[in-house]
């Protein structure tokens, strides 16, 4: 019994050797087959994309200079409001009493300033007719200085205490809607190390700006007046407009990564848009209609490699010399890249100048026509010699 199932092994084992040796010789005499994409014209688009938040151009936050209750608000949410229209009110009474405080020092003080200025005069009398030392004019005059300066004092604590009471009436700076109010009636506000806000009130809602981080690799590309498209979650199958007014300078950097500022300006005429909405961004950089392109899928394909073969190098990029030096201005220096044609059933290597890409399509600039085919993949026995694709992010650029 033994033997009988040690035999059936045996032959099953054979057969499936057999069977893997006729699909391998057969698969040997196959022909290797290419997947081509045909080269046409069109539009490209190159963008630089990034995410910012959407926040009024003037953004104003009303505060309280004094400490006191919160004694009426004459403005809420999307109140909108005037400049020098009355907000809100602090509890006068406190600053009242001080006022009324205020004006009766200086009452005291001015009658002080009478009896100095009649010494001063009697003393001069004295004086002038020798019936008196010259000791008690000048303690006279002395007094009188001394009166005149305690005016002044009470004069500067009383105009404090009424535009301390001027500040319990609180206005707002500009014309506007109000678009945080952080106080209840009743809450008390304490300004002793710095100033409580109030309200938060945006000037226009119409023209807002998006503050975006943009990434310091992508920075070089962005300029002044570029255009802008960008989208908000709350209207995601919409298409916002804007432009470049503004890439600073000062350096955002977090976990090690930094990024600029880059102010755009929008348009909100329908008041779409609402202040803090995240709004991601594609700054165009460059585009360009009706021309030349093919897939990026055919820039990163290289023909399988026989075993025990070398890899030919790439041709270099035009203007280089010996020595590691390029020749002739920057400007004039493009992309070279290598590609497959396909021409009479057979793949030839061509060399192309590239121009802009969208992440999708290249633009050609040189080397292809309209209706060349181009490989991006191939199928058969010579496809199982292709070495795995380049990590894009690695040192060589040998897939793409």
Known sequence: MRMKKSTVLVLVVAALFAVGGWLWKRGGNGETTYQTVTVGKGDITQTVTAT????????????SQISGIVAKLYADFNSS??????????????????????????????AALELAQVNEKRARELREQNASPQANLDSAVAALHQAEATVKVKEGALAKAKADLDRCTISSPIDGMVISRNVDVGQTVAASLSAPVIFTIANDLTKMQIDSNVAEADVGNVQLGQPVDFTVDAF??????????QV????????????????????????KLKPGMTAGVSVV?????????????????????????????PAPPEGFKPGGKKGGPKADRKPV???????????????????????????????????????IGSTGPSAS?????????????RGF
């Not at 995601?236 to 007014?245: A, E, I, M, S």
């Open 248 to 271: 600073r300078n000062a350096p955002i950097t977090v976990q090690n990564v930094v990024s600029y500022d880059t102010v755009i300006q929008v348009q909100n005429d329908d008041l």
């Open 285 to 313: 950089i460059a585009q360009r209609t009706g021309v030349l392109k093919v897939s990026n899928a055919a820039l990163r394909f290289r023909m399988p490699e026989a075993p025990g073969a070398t890899t030919p190098k």
């Open 52 to 63: 910012g938040t959407l926040n009024p151009v003037l953004n104003v936050q009303v505060g």
């Open 81 to 110: 409001v005037k400049a020098g229209q009355v907000v809100a009110e602090i509890d006068p009474a406190t600053y009242k009493a001080t006022v009324m405080q205020g004006e009766g020092d200086l009452a005291s003080a001015h």
């Open 385 to 397: 010699a292709t070495p795995p694709p380049a990590n894009p992010f690695g040192g060589g650029r």
């Open 337 to 375: 890249r290598n590609v497959y044609v396909l021409r009479d059933g057979k793949p030839q290597q061509v060399q192309v100048k590239t121009g802009i890409s969208d992440g999708i399509f290249t633009e050609i600039l040189e080397g292809l026509s309209e209706g060349d085919q181009v490989v």
């Open 236 to 245: 995601p199958t919409r298409t916002f407009h804007g432009k470049v007014v």
